[in-house]
């Protein structure tokens, strides 16, 4: 970070844009396309630079490195929310001056969920910084989410940087929200906000007031697939917790992941759905994503995944039909595609189906995203269900991952899964031969242990 800002003390007039090569370091005063020195295209980004402050290096600063048994050790206070699923996926609450990225495709709820998290935090100082709308459209949000009239929520309509400090500094708030970081621009940069050198510039101010002020400071990033503005991959190795808000357009589920957190796990998710009045927290999950299963229809089969720290029962659905045109499509929504080309080369060599001729779609309902080998059983279970056209048992739950020789192999965290199957009513739960050992008993449900894929299919397709 240091060199970024050789400017600090030096007056503001001093202070003129470079553009350095991103990938061999070559500093140019204007733009160019092509660099000069390792003819790399598209890579120059603008930085602030004060020529004069830049060479002089520093005479006698009291600096000194420390030695460790000096160095204290604390606990990282942190700020709860209240609302469960955000302060799960924090790994406990907002860490104070942690700077917290989340990124998410326009309209899925990102400046509601900071609201609302705004709106848990009474007594805080919330300063809201808004570069995507006026403050009467927060205002408008604001009555939509019923928002306690709290005086210490301050709306700032603003985009240049240099004012904004300027509040901050005048009058420092508890937390930060930034929305959203592609609007923020400081003057001293010519590139237009929404750039690489102006995103990067802005975040690593955002992060320096963090640190220094001790306050959490939220950044807002639209995640964009045209490249006109930069996204949030931008940042993410500069702030300490990435968090990713996602959802299908037509589905009110969202999920909250963690991508990155330097204080907490890197596996926890939160789910929310969209309502008229804003996001509502969904405690269980698996209730809701099976809620619109339908029962006794062939490729469908329930799987139990672990997302974070908790079990989820989720519907996996499969549709194979005949090739209309020469190459067989194969589809999936919520699962890596290659996952199930994987699967359908061991179905092939493994079970004896005959897939060279259809049509494959897999889906996992609700709109997640599952990326995990355990629910590897469930989509070949609904695949050989729908090839067959025979329905999957409906009171059965599928666990296991499928090995490339045909074998169900040991997942992690059985036992979370065959409890949350039981405390759905399934009857039965199917898992890995060798996971079976850690359950002598187990009233709640019958639990039985496979070791091959044939023999799986036998008691899930009857
Ligand atoms: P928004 O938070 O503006 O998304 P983002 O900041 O990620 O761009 O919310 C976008 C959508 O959410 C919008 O299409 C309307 C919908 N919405 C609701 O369904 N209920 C609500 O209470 C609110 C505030 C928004
Ligand atoms: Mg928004």
Redesign the pocket.
Known sequence: MGERFPQRKAPMTKTISKYVCQSCAYESPRWIGKCPNCGTWNSFVEEVSSKSAARKLPHSTKLKGVPLEEIELRDDHRTTTNITEFDRVLGGGIVDGSVILIG??????????MMQIASHLNGKIILYVSG?ESARQIKV?AE??KFPNIKSFLVLAETNLDLIIDVIERTPPDILIV?SIQTMFRPQLESSAGSVGQVRECTGLFTRIAKEKSIPVFL?GHVTKDGVIAGPKVIEHVVDTVLQ?EGERHYAYRILRVLKNRFGSTNEIGVFE?????LEEVKNPSEVFLSERSLGAAGSTVVASIEGTRPILIEVQALVTPTNYGIPQRNTTGLDYRRLSLLLAVLEKRVGMQLGQQDVFVNIAGGITIDEPAVDLGIASSIISSMRDIPVDTQTVAVGEIGLGGEVRTVSNVEKRVQEAAKLGFQRIVIPKNNFKEFARFKDIEIIGVERIDEAIKILIS
């Open positions: 998410g495709d326009p309209g899925v709820g990102k400046s509601t969920l995507e949000r939509r989410l929305d807002i808000f969209m309502r008229e009045n804003g």
